[in-house]
Structures are given as structure tokens and as C-alpha cells.
């Protein structure tokens, strides 16, 4: 009986973490960059400017702010260099993954990171593309 409660116990636990993982935080960049402490390890749904290169890639409010450098009005993206992401490359998209609001990027120039990305998708004009990304992410800069 015992091992019975045991067993029950913890499949309410998972069960509990399993689903608050399974939460997603639709925000803006705007959100991202004002509160990222309000957002740290939440699974998070964001749409921004996807700059896709060697130490920079980030998502940001506008394509403006990739085009002026200005790199605390984004984020950096843990996504793996695949040719299926390549075409997300300087476009708007949608992202979903977790968001760490310690991991600042490359040089520490971002206002905070998304990780484990589970999905990428174009977005506004861009989606008229109708293509997915649902390529894990890469885990190193």
C-alpha cells in the first residue's frame, strides 16, 4: 500500500511540473526586454526580427534595431544551423521556447535568451512563406 501512495505521489508530481511546463507566455519583445526576471524559465511565444549569423543570433523588436546594432532590444536564440532554419534568416517570425533572462548572448549584449526552441514560424508579410520549424535547438553559442 505504501509503495502504492509512493507511486500515486509522484505521478502527481509529474503530472504538475509536466504541465506547468506546458504553459505558453504569449509576450512581446517589448515585455522580454522591460521584465525579463517576470519571464525567467517560462515557455514563452514572442514575434520579432530574426537575425540568423555567427555570434549574433538574435530576435528583435524591429529590423531596425538589427540594422543599428542596438542589441538590448532583442534577444539572443539558441537555434540549431540547419538549412530548414536558414530561411528564417532576416525575416519576422514567431518563436517559441524558454525563455533565461540570464544568459545574455554572445559578449553579453542581448537582455536575455530563448532556449529549447520548439517552434519557429513566419510571421506578418513573412507569413505568407507557410513554412514551420520544429527543429530542437542548439545549446552553444
Not at 505521478?11 to 512581446?28: E, K, P, R
Not at 546594432?69 to 534568416?89: C, D, M, P
Request: aromatic content about 12%; charged content about 30%; cysteine-free.
Amino acid at each position: 500500500m505504501k509503495n502504492i501512495m509512493i507511486g500515486f505521489l509522484g505521478l502527481l508530481l509529474f503530472t504538475g511540473v509536466a504541465h506547468a511546463q506546458s504553459q505558453i507566455h504569449d509576450v512581446s519583445m517589448i515585455q522580454l526586454v522591460a521584465s525579463p526576471e517576470k519571464y525567467e524559465g517560462k515557455y514563452v511565444r514572442v514575434m520579432g526580427f530574426l537575425r540568423l549569423k555567427f555570434e549574433g543570433n538574435g530576435l528583435y523588436l524591429h529590423r531596425e534595431d538589427y540594422e543599428k546594432s542596438l542589441y538590448k532590444n532583442g534577444v539572443w536564440v539558441h537555434v540549431a544551423e540547419t538549412e530548414a532554419n536558414r530561411k528564417f534568416n532576416m525575416k519576422y517570425v514567431l518563436i517559441e521556447g524558454t525563455f533565461d533572462s540570464k544568459d545574455k548572448g554572445h559578449m553579453g549584449l542581448w537582455s536575455g535568451a530563448i532556449k529549447d526552441i520548439k517552434r519557429i514560424d513566419f510571421w506578418g508579410a513573412d507569413r505568407d512563406e507557410k513554412t514551420t520549424s520544429n527543429q530542437p535547438s542548439d545549446r552553444t553559442r
